[in-house]
């Protein structure tokens, strides 16, 4: 069983950055898919970003290319989302989840193991 604890949510001025971590239980952490979902208010959990084990490959939705960054700390059991310039539409509660085998994949449904959340607010 892996458990998955989110912190470093908050409100943030739009244009803003803040760093999101995800502390993981699962001590095989350093083989597993770990990835960031967020979902708003009234739609559905949308992929933010992903990462395999080793830390080499990484993805990302298209709509926070080159203001998010994904990483992570093996020896830390820890993933990490710094996300800068933030704006209103980024504004969700972000959910940090995991899969054991595989690839990184963008659909909610390939994690079988989600955090609580953290809510992230961009004011205008």
Same mark, same amino acid.
Request: one cysteine or more; charged letters at 15%; a positive charge.
């Given at each position: 069983?892996?458990?998955?604890v989110?912190?470093?949510?908050?409100l943030?001025?739009a244009g803003?950055?803040?760093?999101l971590?995800?502390a993981?239980?699962?001590?095989?952490?350093?083989?597993?898919?770990?990835?960031?979902?967020?979902q708003?208010?009234?739609?559905e959990?949308?992929?933010? %970003?992903g990462?395999n084990?080793?830390g *080499? &490959?990484?993805?990302? /939705?298209?709509?926070?290319k080159g203001r998010? !960054?994904?990483s992570r700390d093996?020896a830390?059991?820890?993933v990490?989302?710094?996300?800068?310039s933030?704006?209103?539409d980024?504004t969700?509660v972000?959910y940090c989840? %995991?899969?054991?085998?595989g690839?990184v *994949? &963008?659909?909610?449904? /390939?994690y079988?193991?989600?955090g609580?959340? !953290?809510?992230?607010?961009?004011?205008?």
């Open positions: 069983q892996v458990q998955l989110e912190s470093g949510g908050g943030v001025p803003g950055s803040l760093r971590s995800c993981a239980s699962e001590r095989t952490f350093r083989t597993n898919i770990m990835a960031w979902f967020r708003a208010p009234g739609k959990r949308d992929f933010v %970003a990462i084990g080793s *080499l &490959t990484t993805n990302y /939705a298209d709509s926070v998010f !960054t994904i093996n830390k059991n820890t990490y989302l710094q996300m800068n933030l704006q209103p980024d969700a972000y989840a %995991a899969r054991t085998i690839n *994949l &963008t659909y909610s449904t /390939a079988p193991y989600w609580q959340g !953290t809510q992230v607010t961009v004011s205008s």
